[in-house]
């Protein structure tokens, strides 16, 4: 029996291409609305807008499209996804959603995580796995960056979704 291969997305960025492996089974929404958004283009020409070496690197912000830098961070589709935590932990490599104080805030942003994170287990909704290209994250987690966690230099990505 042939197994069918999972919806999976390739974030390409100048350092490389990271290649995520979906969770379904435990954030059916949120890799929809993942899925979504990227199919859409929101994600195209976004940058890593906040990056913590020994923690995560952080993006999917559409107002990084935007010069106006006092804006990052702060952006989303307009919409929400209810929290779907579960007991996958915050280990390297986990890609989970980034949301504000409500758990059920969850947009657009989303992080990758560089160093396991267990203080995040519970909090955040875990969608997917890198399965590929870590080391892009480690170069772009690695970058000079200003006082809010900006990196100096822009690291554009362009988001696929493989079916």
Sequence with gaps: MEEKKAPRAIIETKYGEMEIKFYPETAPKHVENFMTLAKQGLYDGTIFHRVIPGFMIQGGDPNTKGPDKSTYGMGGPGSNVKAEFSNIPHKRGIVSMA?????????????????????????????????????????????????????????????????
């Design 99 to 163: 949301r504000s104080q409500s758990p059920d805030s969850a947009g657009s942003q989303f992080f990758i995580v560089v160093k396991d994170s267990n203080f995040l287990d519970g909090q955040y909704t875990v969608f997917g796995e890198v399965v590929r290209g870590m080391e892009v994250a480690d170069k772009i987690v690695n970058l000079p960056r200003d006082r809010r966690d900006l990196p100096n230099e822009r690291v554009d990505m362009k988001v696929k979704i493989i079916e």
